[in-house]
């Protein structure tokens, strides 16, 4: 892109103070500068857009029965075998979400390189390479597993799982690949210049990873690999089970496009998002939106009819997911604290709140295809999420549930 062409696309944006410095770079300063403008999709940046999808609201919500675990153990024996048959004949890759900047978590590293032991290390990524490889060693098959990174913290997780020997997973069936990012605003809608020559940029959410997927390496491999299933999930649950076999086999069995593992709310104002239909289609509505009358709605049997929160552990059909490829999701605009340079050029590192990022999220996902199936597990079993140092979803938190469940620390 030349600087002419830079300033018509800034200029179109309102965002021509990106140029403010651009006579004080050093020529390759300039080339990068001008390259970072050109692979910018400023649209996200229109606080408008972002008040729309405010505005429009929610369809009409409606419960959606999950499978609980009754019928999951009845059943589970037939489960297991279906969810492992499409193991062995290499129809099922497993993707972890790796992207996120784990602010809250605040460690400069990836998530995943957090140490969590008390005797020894127990890294974060260890626990989920362990978890996958008992699923491996029943099935007798290495799963395909695709690691999604971004460019600011893929270098340090690529080096890790080198230092690491991948933690004993078989290096060939691992393959990374970078999410794309998105420009950091004011709360104006003006990007931010995190240094002289580079606007402030953030991880596009969680949402872009079959996009980021398709258009990179890892896209090529799962097609040339045939995986007809992606097993979705976040990096900071070390308890939860992968590619889990009788998930999987429920999915399948019950021919739904995608499968979410929930836990039963442990109060009916928990913080989390739960499963529903949304005009017709599944959804996941957040804690934040539902209602009080939604709170106290009853199902048939009497209980809660918005009782499952999800636990952002997905199983979605490739074939599906390649029809909703260029849905566009909603973006979901959230205030953070962004790294930037004043008026004089300094660079500031805000303790409060500055401004805005934007993201897509993977439970707008669901909602994009036919048919899910919320598929109850314990959370004691399978949920410990560390978000936190400490208190809720902490590191603390989670240490326990893996002591309870005899994962020496
Ligand atoms: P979170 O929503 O907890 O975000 O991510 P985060 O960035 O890790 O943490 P905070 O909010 O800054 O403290 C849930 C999952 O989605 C992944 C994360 O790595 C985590 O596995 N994620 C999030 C991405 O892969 N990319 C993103 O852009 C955002």
Redesign the pocket.
């Known amino acids: 892109m030349t600087y002419e062409e830079a300033c018509e696309k800034l200029g179109r944006y309102g965002q021509l103070h990106v140029l403010k410095y651009y006579e004080e770079l050093a020529e390759e300063q300039k080339e990068a500068l001008l390259a970072q403008i050109d692979a910018t999709d400023f649209s996200v940046l229109s606080t408008k857009e972002a008040e729309v999808e405010k505005e429009v609201g929610r369809g009409t919500i409606m419960p959606l029965s999950a499978m609980e675990l009754d019928e999951i153990e009845a059943r589970r024996e037939e489960f297991t075998e279906i969810g492992l048959r499409a193991i062995r004949e290499g129809k099922v890759g497993a993707v972890l979400?790796?992207?996120?900047?784990?602010?809250?978590?605040g460690s400069d590293d990836p998530?995943g390189m957090y140490d969590i032991g008390l005797t020894k290390p127990v890294y974060i990524f260890e626990r989920i390479i362990y978890n996958t490889m008992e699923v491996v060693e029943a099935a007798g098959k290495w799963i395909p597993f695709f690691i999604?990174t971004?460019d600011k913290n893929h270098e340090a997780t690529v080096k890790f799982f080198q230092e690491h020997n991948y933690f004993g997973y078989d290096k060939d069936s691992i393959c990374f690949f970078r999410?794309e990012m998105a420009p950091a605003s004011d709360y104006n809608g003006k990007v931010y210049m995190e240094e002289k020559g580079k606007m402030a940029t953030s991880?596009?959410?969680?949402g872009g990873?079959f996009i980021s997927m398709q258009r990179s390496d890892a896209g090529r491999k799962m097609k040339e690999a045939g995986i007809q299933w992606l097993n979705v999930f976040?990096?900071?649950n070390v308890l939860q089970r992968i590619a889990d076999p009788c998930f999987i086999g429920a999915v399948i069995a019950t021919d739904n496009a995608s499968g979410s593992k929930v836990v039963r709310k442990a109060a009916p104002d928990e913080k989390v998002g739960v499963m529903c239909l949304e005009d017709g289609r599944p959804s996941i509505i957040e804690y934040y939106e539902l209602t009080e009358e939604l709170m106290e709605a009853k199902n048939e049997k009497g209980e809660p009819a918005y009782n499952f929160g999800v636990i952002?552990n997905y199983l979605f059909r490739v074939s599906d997911l390649e029809m909703i490829l260029n849905n566009k999701l909603p973006l979901h605009v959230v205030e953070k604290k962004i790294p930037y340079l004043d008026e004089d050029g300094d660079l500031v590192r805000p303790q409060e709140p500055n401004g805005y990022k934007y993201?897509q999220l993977v439970l707008d996902m669901v909602h994009e295809l036919s048919s899910s199936l919320p598929y109850e597990v314990v959370r004691e079993k399978e949920f410990a999420p560390i978000?936190n140092k400490t208190g809720i979803d902490s590191v603390e938190s989670a240490r326990k549930l893996l002591q309870k469940n005899g994962v020496p620390l």
Do not use: Y
Not at 203 to 206: I, K, R
């Open positions: 979400l790796a992207g996120g900047m784990g602010t809250r978590l998530k999604m971004s999410q991880p596009n959410g969680n990873w976040a990096v900071d952002l993201e978000k």
